[in-house]
């Protein structure tokens, strides 16, 4: 099963309110990515998780929080959402840090209102 | 940083011709992959290379082995299905023992009748 599943698939949030987000992978890869794309723009990355090791892109450091409690499944927090949050959340996998395809889920839409 | 400039930005297409989508890398890359965009937003892999190429039905993609620095997605006999956006994403070299896939900006496909 090579597959990445991410729910929900879609999320309707506040202004100001958190959001959870959460991805798994059976595949036992040692890395996990969330990304947000928007439309017309090109996939950004936010943060990755190698292992139990965080790294999150200098940019978005303070408006991402995520937690990894277990090989298969990742999260992504976002604490007080505003409306610069709208976007599609992908979630991948690989099965290591480098030279190692990445799987995507399904992704999340997230609308904040 | 590492940039990856794909082009065309946009095609269109008439059904049952050929085309190809470029993406050129400012530096050495390890590996690429291809995705299109579906309908909802989610990003559909179409192909992982290392180096060589790959073909899948209608689709063919090629890596340059030598110097690594440029990827092409070939489409023959372009069907209406095949609209949409296409995006490619290469994995530098990184000084660490991460690395990140660098998108493109994405290709914008429409195949008309």
């Known amino acids: 099963d090579t597959t990445v599943k991410q729910n929900p698939r879609y999320k309707l949030a506040r202004v100001g309110k958190p959001v959870n987000l959460i991805c798994s992978q059976t595949?036992?890869?040692?890395?996990m990515y969330w990304y947000q794309k928007k439309p017309n723009q090109a996939p950004k990355l936010l943060l990755f998780y190698y292992d139990k090791i965080l790294n999150r892109e200098a940019d978005t450091f303070e408006k991402f929080q995520s937690s990894r409690p277990n090989n298969s499944f990742c999260s992504l927090y976002i604490g007080s959402a505003g409306l610069e949050y709208s976007a599609m959340y992908l979630c991948?996998?690989?099965?290591?840090?480098?030279?190692?395809?990445?799987?995507f889920g399904p992704g999340t839409r997230l609308t904040v209102l | 940083g590492d940039q990856v400039e794909q082009s065309p930005s946009a095609l269109s297409l008439h059904e049952g011709t050929d085309s190809a989508l470029r993406c050129n890398f400012t530096t050495t890359m390890r590996s690429v992959q291809w995705f299109r965009q579906n309908s909802r937003g989610s990003l559909i892999s179409l192909f992982y290379l290392a180096s060589g190429t790959k073909e899948n039905g209608r689709l063919k993609s090629a890596f340059d082995s030598k110097e690594r620095r440029y990827s092409t997605l070939h489409i023959r006999d372009a069907q209406l299905e095949d609209s949409g956006t296409y995006f490619c994403a290469a994995e530098g070299i990184a000084s660490s023992s991460f690395s990140k896939l660098v998108f493109g900006q994405g290709t914008s496909l429409s195949v008309v009748p």
């Open positions: 595949m036992n890869h040692d890395t």
């Open positions: 991948a996998s690989s099965r290591q840090a480098n030279y190692a395809e990445q799987f």
